[in-house]
């Protein structure tokens, strides 16, 4: 049932082209248009939204934050992002104009659960972003958009991790056509791109050797920093917290920006440092920036891993290993920036004798808060 991989992990890192298919099948229809009928909530509630808030836990959050770039900048509409576990204890204000956005692989999580009721006693509309069918987020929601990653055994999420992706796009996109954006253009174009991102996927799982290898020669270190901006933030979150679950190592993501304000401190001679580089192309002044950073961390003796564009020749100089991934319009870069991240950890793992499907202390899915 392993279909020849050693791990669940290994085998779901492998779906994870067919699994982000999988989920744009049938909702672009010819014309380059969304088509997410299934979302029951009809477009003249949906004009009528005035604010998004996304409740997740773990990695299901970590899609959310990334989905904040992409709600506010193609809906222009604010978009807040929390943890389900703090969200109905700080008396969020919620009304019937604000729609809530409820990411779960399991559909079980009590956390998201208790928060989306909250959400809904307060009159909000909340739509669920869900793997699992007829569990109990999507039952209790307004309405629901499924992604087909198919089961995911593996107690650390990765291929539904890139398909809450694929759904919070699809949902920004609707969004966004539904009510009219000045970004038009812009949206056609990207739902173009998303359509052939399964193959951009695929491209980078068969460069990941290397990964492995470098993985192998880290497995006696004790902490791994993670560095991104932008989108390229989260996807650092959610590289340190595989690597915790995984290998069971001291792991932490920083917003690059912030390296000055405190983390810098942290860096000594041979930390080894994932540094996740936004496209030269679009927002290139991002880009140069977190260039520098590299250069910062570098001259303080860290140990740098940079995963950059095919192209980008100005990490050269600063990456002591380089990691290649597609270029992608930016907003997609965590759908090809987050793969080399999950081998890394699982890789890891493995190099520490670590149970890789079943870590220690977790379960696949937290029914209690
Ligand atoms: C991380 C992981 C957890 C889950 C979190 C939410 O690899 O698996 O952080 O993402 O427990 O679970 P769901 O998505 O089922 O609500």
């Given amino acids: 049932e392993k279909g020849g991989y050693d791990y669940f992990m290994l085998k779901e890192i492998a779906e994870q082209p067919k699994a982000v298919a999988d989920t744009l099948l049938g909702r672009i229809d010819r014309a380059g248009s969304l088509s997410l ?43 807040e992002v929390e943890l389900a576990s703090e969200f109905r204890y700080r008396d969020p204000i919620l009304d019937p104009r604000t729609l809530v956005v409820a990411i779960s692989q399991s559909g079980e999580t009590m956390d998201t659960l208790m928060a989306l009721r909250h959400a809904r006693e307060q009159g909000a509309k909340v739509l669920a972003i869900c793997n699992t069918n007829g569990s109990t987020i999507p039952r209790e929601s307004d309405a629901v958009l499924y992604t087909h990653a198919g089961p995911e055994v593996a107690v650390a999420s990765t291929k539904a991790f890139l398909t809450q992706l694929v759904a919070c796009y699809l949902v920004a996109l609707y969004l966004g056509q539904v009510r009219g954006t000045k970004w038009g253009d812009e949206i056609s174009a990207v739902i173009h791109e998303l359509s052939d991102i399964a193959q951009e996927v695929e491209r980078v799982l068969a460069t990941m050797e ?10 006696d270190k004790n902490t791994v920093l993670f560095l991104g901006r932008h989108v ?15 290998a069971y190592m001291h792991a932490e993501g920083f917003a690059a920006g912030e390296l000055k304000h405190g983390p810098i401190a942290l860096i000594e001679e041979d930390l080894p440092v994932v540094v996740v580089v936004p496209s030269p ?17 570098r001259a303080r003796g860290a140990r740098t ?3 950059a564009e095919e192209g980008d020749e100005a990490v050269l100089p600063y990456a002591d290993h380089l990691i290649r991934i597609p270029a992608t319009p930016t907003l997609l870069q965590p759908l090809v920036s987050t793969v080399p991240l999950q081998v890394f950890a699982c890789e890891l793992a493995t190099a520490r004798g670590n149970e890789v499907d079943q870590p220690r202390n977790l379960a696949k899915s937290v029914t209690v808060e």
């Fill in 37 to 79: 009928d299934e979302v029951r909530i009809p477009a003249s509630v949906l004009r009528e939204v005035d604010k998004v808030v996304i409740v997740a836990c773990g990695t299901a959050f970590h899609a959310g934050l990334i989905a904040k770039y992409a709600i506010e900048h193609w809906t222009r509409m604010p978009c």
């Fill in 210 to 219: 290397p990964v492995r290898e470098l993985a192998r020669t880290l497995a």
């Fill in 232 to 246: 390229g933030y989260p996807v650092a979150l959610e590289g340190a917290l595989k690597l915790k679950e995984l």
């Fill in 281 to 297: 192309r679009g927002r290139s002044v991002l880009h140069d920036k977190i260039v520098s950073n590299i250069q910062e961390i």
């Fill in 305 to 307: 891993i940079v995963i």
